[in-house]
């Protein structure tokens, strides 16, 4: 499974949009971009996943940049709920169910 | 609807004692289920998954060991803690096909 880089942590203002980078640049043409988060003491939350083509629900928006070596997992308004770790994966559907949970983003949402 | 539930959500154990953390999901069938122990600080360690009833494959050689015995039952054991297995213990599931994980509340362990 190709690797990604997130930053260790991002600010954002309540109320304001949290944009996510994560870059995936070895991604190969059969993996999927994958985004949990993780609240403090509790387990990981799916989010949201995509291929090449822009997602969204109803959690957030996921834009893949056409050549998909990065994307960004937009949380349109957030709240100080949205405190938390966000992780980008990128895994194909082969090769067995491991997934790989690295140090994703702390992101703070501030008042 | 899909449940996963997990428990004990706290425990303290000393050094040397067994340990049994028991994962049952609700509302589905012949999920994939998957152990995963997060220390603190840091990032998630896959610990074993499963295919099905029976079929244990292992991530991390260590002292810990896993069944299932039901479908839709995952059992995390160890014969003797040690300290170094203290963390906050993750159960997942996902569906058949699926590689959407879907996480327990966790139970965390402290090894005294």
């Known amino acids: 499974d190709a690797k990604t880089t997130q930053p260790p942590s991002m600010d954002c203002a309540e109320g304001r949009a949290a944009n996510l980078p994560c870059n995936h640049s070895?991604?190969?043409?059969?993996?999927?971009v994958y985004w949990y988060r993780q609240i403090h003491s509790q387990g990981p939350q799916y989010i949201i996943h995509g291929l090449k083509n822009n997602e969204t629900n109803e959690m957030a928006s996921l834009i893949i940049t056409e050549d998909r070596k990065s994307s960004t997992l937009i949380l349109p308004h957030a709240t100080l709920r949205d405190t938390a770790v966000y992780y980008c994966?990128?895994?194909?559907?082969?090769?067995?169910?491991?997934?790989?949970f690295g140090a994703g983003t702390r992101l703070f949402v501030k008042a | 609807s899909q449940t996963i539930h997990q428990w004990p959500a706290t425990l303290v154990q000393p050094v040397g004692s067994p340990l049994s953390l028991e994962c049952t999901v609700e509302?589905?069938?012949?999920?994939?289920l998957y152990w995963y122990r997060q220390a603190a600080g840091r990032g998630l360690q896959l610990l074993f998954y499963s295919v099905g009833i029976g079929q244990i494959s292992s991530e991390v050689p260590q002292n810990l060991s896993a069944s299932r015995p039901q479908d839709r039952q995952f059992i995390l054991s160890s014969k003797k803690l040690l300290l170094s297995d203290s963390g906050f213990y993750l159960c997942?599931?996902?569906?058949?096909?699926?590689?959407?994980?879907?996480f327990g509340p966790g139970t965390r362990l402290t090894v005294t």
């Open positions: 509302g589905t069938s012949n999920p994939n």
């Open positions: 997942a599931w996902s569906a058949p096909d699926s590689y959407e994980q879907y």
């Open positions: 994966i990128v895994r194909a559907l082969t090769g067995g169910f491991k997934t790989i």
């Open positions: 070895t991604i190969s043409g059969n993996e999927y």
